[in-house]
């Protein structure tokens, strides 16, 4: 018999639908609940590719016993994080506060007025490693809530005022300037692994939005040492573990310092802006490998995460099926000598085994390698490589493809978007601008109202129940502004701007801080506001980068100005905690940049306007936004007085409220930018 999840949207809620568990979806009607029958709630968070999140699912949530304990004596709702980033965002501020760290799944245990009282992540179905079990806690719980209410209620309501008392330093002293950038700059020098890539130890994480200030920070002022860090660390992912060599795309981390053994599962966000940073590491080094990463992460985008209606599906599990009916953690991707030798034969087994990484002992689990690339191939064995790729990748088509997340993220998809346009316009692919394109429309009808309004998820081509946060605004805009500037077409830049005016409107705070949910979002226990970068750009910095760049097409104070008074926040970390910032160091070095505005006017099928339109999008300058079409177009306020010179195409390029002479030959364009 299902539960009351049958009829949700969230692949991850619908995992959970068939539970003895009597969940609840977050609702006031759950609360209500609670309240009439007098019991605590029990609060369990996850998302649909987390392993831990499977594990006590399967545990905990699958068992009678257990089941029966949980529905007795509570209300149980189950939340995806991803539909519903503000409720994980509070809640777990308030886990990490109490025990100092925080994870998925998420377990929390709150009173009928949502306030919480106690705090963990995974409990295992008997007591191990000093943990006590799942039964126990929710026993001990129990036993609180029946004969220490008033304890309890203290412990709560403590909790709840901590949380509402932690407002941010803003910094709200002026914009990050180039002592900042140089001290985040400096700072990150420091926990570089100048031997493997990277930053810190283990785990490792790709550095994507950081890459980007540091690719951004050597082509404004020429430091070797930041190029140096970003192109050492893109070329240590390549041809590490976490990324998949035969079928590309990156999985969500490594367990290892030397980028080996990765946690398997793939994010869209993850590929999106790993996929952007390798081609703008292609524009400021021509480097074929970073060309090759680009585009494999590309097509790995639209080959396994496209869905029917267009759009990019959230996530691959870490595990699948093994052949034995287990499922397993990475059983798609690693190989033994064995299974190398069953599909290639022997001789050209030892040769992929050589080229791979792939060892008797096994990088990774029972005897299993992850695929690596500890080196290029030579040019007589390139052919032969290629075919054992095409035969690897061919037999692992077989086996049984790990489960795909298929909801479609506004905010995702609006960084799907921006990789897929520049990509396909900087390697001339008009296929992948064209999927860039089918994305955005999907997001135009299903996820956007009349009044501009954003939906946080769809499925299937039907919206969710969920309100855009602040981070679906501001990467949605990010991404059509992106395409804006690869298609001509200015509908895009307009459609960026109705989604900006909603930031200002509805977004903002005082002192140029950003709030994460609506003005007239539900009240939670606190209003969720974290400038930090993590795995994606924070809502904030974002927010920061897009409004920056729509205020250069448009010469807007408005939103030039709440750019600035957001980045009051990388003024205060980036110092502090560069790693944590990444995004907010980006646009603050195209801040200090301009950015610059570029305006091709000419023809569209004249041989120079696409030349100089060419030149434009190659231009590594922070930040700089690209406006072309015929002079005088309505399409973009760029083009408006942009002449023709001497009857042919020209381009016009003004930072900080001045215009250099327009110029006719695409050399002297690239030498400006």
């Known amino acids: ?163 509402a008392g932690r407002s941010l330093a803003y910094g709200g002293d002026g914009v990050p300037g180039e002592e900042e950038l140089a001290q985040a700059l400096l700072g990150l020098t420091r926990e570089y692994d100048a031997t493997r890539g990277g930053f810190g130890g283990a785990p490792k994480f790709p550095p994507s939005m950081t890459l980007e200030f540091l690719l951004r920070h050597h082509a404004r002022t020429g430091s070797e040492g930041a190029l140096q860090m970003a192109a050492d660390t893109c070329e240590a992912m390549a041809r590490g573990g976490i990324y998949d060599q035969l079928g590309g795309g990156f999985a969500r981390y490594a367990v290892d310092r030397a980028w080996v053994v990765p946690h398997f599962e793939k994010m869209l966000y993850d590929n999106a802006l790993l996929c952007r940073v390798y081609a703008h590491l292609w524009k400021a080094t021509g480097s074929d490998l970073a060309r090759r990463v680009a585009l494999e992460t ?110 479609v993220v506004a905010a995702w998809n609006g960084l799907a978007i921006a990789a897929l346009a520049e990509t396909g316009a900087l390697f001339d692919r008009p296929d992948l601008v064209e999927r860039a394109t089918e994305a955005a429309d999907l997001l135009v009808r299903v996820h956007m109202d009349e009044s501009a309004r954003l939906t946080r998820t769809s499925k299937d081509g039907r919206a969710g129940t969920n309100d855009g946060v602040l981070e679906d605004y501001a990467d949605v805009a990010e991404g059509f502004l992106a395409l804006a500037a690869v298609t001509g077409e ?21 002192g140029g801080a950003f709030y994460d ?41 408005a939103h030039r100005a709440a750019a600035e008074g957001g980045l009051g926040v990388v003024k205060a970390l980036g110092p502090r905690a560069p790693r944590f910032i990444g995004w907010g160091l980006a646009v603050s070095e195209a801040l200090l940049d301009g950015p610059r505005e570029i305006a091709v006017v000419g023809a ?41 010179v001497a009857g042919g195409p020209a381009a016009y390029v003004c930072r900080h409220f001045t215009c250099d002479a327009p110029v006719t030959d695409p050399e002297a364009l690239r030498r400006k930018l």
Not at 56 to 70: G, I, Q, R
Not at 531 to 550: C, I, K, M, V
Not at 608 to 626: D, H, K, S
Request: proline share 7%.
């Open 604 to 644: 569209s099928g004249d041989a120079v306007f696409q030349e100089l339109r060419r030149t434009a999008l190659l231009a590594t300058a922070p930040g700089a936004v690209l406006a072309s079409g015929a002079p005088d177009s309505e399409e973009f306020p760029l083009l408006k007085d942009r002449p023709l």
């Open 517 to 557: 949910t609506a003005h007239d979002a539900e009240a939670l226990i606190r209003r969720p506001q974290d400038p930090t970068d993590n795995a994606a750009p924070s809502g904030w910095t974002a927010a920061a980068g897009a409004l920056l760049s729509y205020a250069a097409h448009t010469g807007s104070d």
């Open 490 to 510: 200015g509908a895009w830049l307009d459609f960026a701007g109705f989604l900006l005016d909603l930031v200002l409107d509805r977004f903002t705070a005082e």
């Open 298 to 407: 590309a097509d790995f985008l639209v080959r396994e995460l496209r869905t029917p209606e267009g759009g990019f599906a959230s996530a691959l599990d870490a595990d699948s099926d093994d052949g034995t009916g287990r499922h397993v953690e990475g059983a798609y991707y690693a190989w033994t000598p064995d299974q190398l030798t069953e599909v290639l034969g022997a001789e050209d087994a030892a040769l992929a085994a050589a080229h791979y990484g792939v060892t008797e002992d096994g990088t990774f689990e029972h005897g299993s390698s992850v695929l690596q690339l500890p080196q290029e191939a030579g040019p007589a064995d390139a052919d032969r490589i290629a075919s054992i790729a095409a035969r690897l990748l061919a037999a692992r088509e077989e086996r049984e493809r790990p489960g795909r997340d298929d909801k």
């Open 1 to 163: 018999m299902a539960n009351r999840l049958a009829h949700e949207t969230s692949p991850y809620l619908l995992q959970h639908a068939d539970n003895p568990v009597d969940w609840w979806p977050w609702s006031a009607e759950a609360f209500e609940e609670a309240r009439r029958r007098d019991v605590p709630v029990l609060l369990s968070v996850g998302y649909s590719s987390c392993h831990w999140c499977h594990v006590m699912a399967h545990e905990s949530f699958e068992d009678d016993a257990t089941a029966a304990l949980v529905n007795e004596n509570f209300v149980a709702v189950k939340v995806d994080r991803e539909e519903r980033p503000d409720v994980d965002a509070v809640y777990m501020e308030a886990v990490q506060a109490a025990t100092g760290q925080g994870g998925w799944p998420m377990t929390v245990f709150l009173t009928p007025d949502a306030a919480p009282f106690y705090f963990g992540t995974y409990f295992p179905p008997e007591p191990r490693h000093g943990m006590p079990s799942f039964p126990e806690v929710l026993e001990g719980v129990k036993g609180a809530w029946a004969d220490r209410r008033d304890e309890v209620g203290e412990v709560a309501e403590r909790i709840v005022k901590d949380l």
